[in-house]
């Protein structure tokens, strides 16, 4: 792909991980609203439909799904995944605009660290794309590890306190949307060939479904603990779990030299670091007289 191309696609993933950054924080706002009763219940979707905060979260994160979709198709999950790291970044923009608090010294370090270790990585890493994958590759077994991962953080989560319950579901979530991206990847791939051939593959029936369990994973993550708590572990999983799926399934090939591979590894820990840093900000925080209607159901 040449400079033109390459520039495209990272505008189309900055523009999709603002979408997603806005949409979450919408989302988290009127989840938190609910009672913990309903943490990992389907009633819970049931009753955030009813919400406009939510429905226009929904739809924003959908719009930024479907321009990552557009990312995919043009550049690699290892190249697009690191720039979606960036969508705390956006959602510290819009919660300061809603909740009108000052950026902290703290913020704007965790803002350059997650820049900095997004640029680190794709200048040094240079990843580009890998091989198709055949559907019945053992390969897919990395991804089937990935779930099973996920859903021992929320077993073990299940039997924890309410904010390290939080920060294990949101793990789970951002674990699954790793496995979401490469998923769509392949779909995508198949889809080439034919759309008939979508029915009859199961990646699309696979998609669907981890989809659907990360955003009730997250959705139940944002109604236990605010969106400094909730947020950070879900967009920090969910990057690297779709970069190392990347690199595991598809062969996408990432710069190895000795320097280089430092900077890919300083770059991904500064990332990971600026995302938590920015996790802690007192912007993302809601303050509790906005959750008063809900709270007389939530555990101390």
């Not at 073990?156 to 949307?177: D, K, V």
């Not at 479904?209 to 920090?236: E, I």
Request: with cysteine; charged share 10%.
């Amino acid at each position: 792909m040449d400079i033109a191309g390459h520039a495209v696609g990272i505008i189309i993933t900055l523009m999709a991980a603002c979408l997603l950054g806005i949409g979450f924080v919408c989302q988290q706002h009127a989840a938190y609203q609910e009672p913990l009763r309903e943490v990992l219940h389907i009633e819970l979707i049931l009753h955030l439909i009813r919400k406009p905060v939510w429905l226009l979260g929904i739809a924003l994160m959908i719009g930024g799904q479907v321009l990552s979709t557009v990312a995919f198709s043009m550049s690699g999950v290892t190249a697009v995944e690191p720039l979606l790291a960036m969508t705390l970044v956006f959602a510290l923009v819009f919660a300061h605009l809603i909740y009108r608090e000052s950026f902290t010294l703290a913020a704007w370090c965790g803002a350059v660290l997650v820049c900095a270790g997004v640029s680190t990585f794709l200048l040094f890493g240079q990843p580009h794309d890998g091989a198709r994958v055949p559907e019945a590759s053992l390969r897919w077994l990395a991804a089937g590890l990935v779930v099973m991962a996920a859903a021992t953080l929320v077993a073990l989560g299940r039997r924890l306190r309410l904010i390290p319950r939080a920060i294990l579901f949101a793990s789970a979530a951002g674990m699954l949307y790793g496995v979401q991206d490469v998923l769509t990847r392949a779909s995508l791939e198949i889809a080439g060939r034919g759309l008939g051939a979508l029915f009859v593959t199961w990646h699309p029936y696979a998609l669907v479904a981890v989809g659907a369990t990360g955003l009730l994973l997250a959705q139940s993550a944002f109604d236990m603990a605010p969106l400094q708590v909730s947020l950070p572990a879900s967009t920090a999983a969910g990057p690297v779990t779709g970069i190392v799926l990347a690199v595991v399934i598809f062969s996408e090939r990432l710069v190895v030299t000795p320097v280089a591979l430092t900077a890919e590894i300083l770059g991904l820990i500064a990332m990971v670091t600026g995302i938590l840093v920015l996790g802690r900000s007192p912007i993302l925080t809601k303050k509790k007289t906005e959750v008063a209607a809900g709270s007389e159901a939530r555990l101390p």
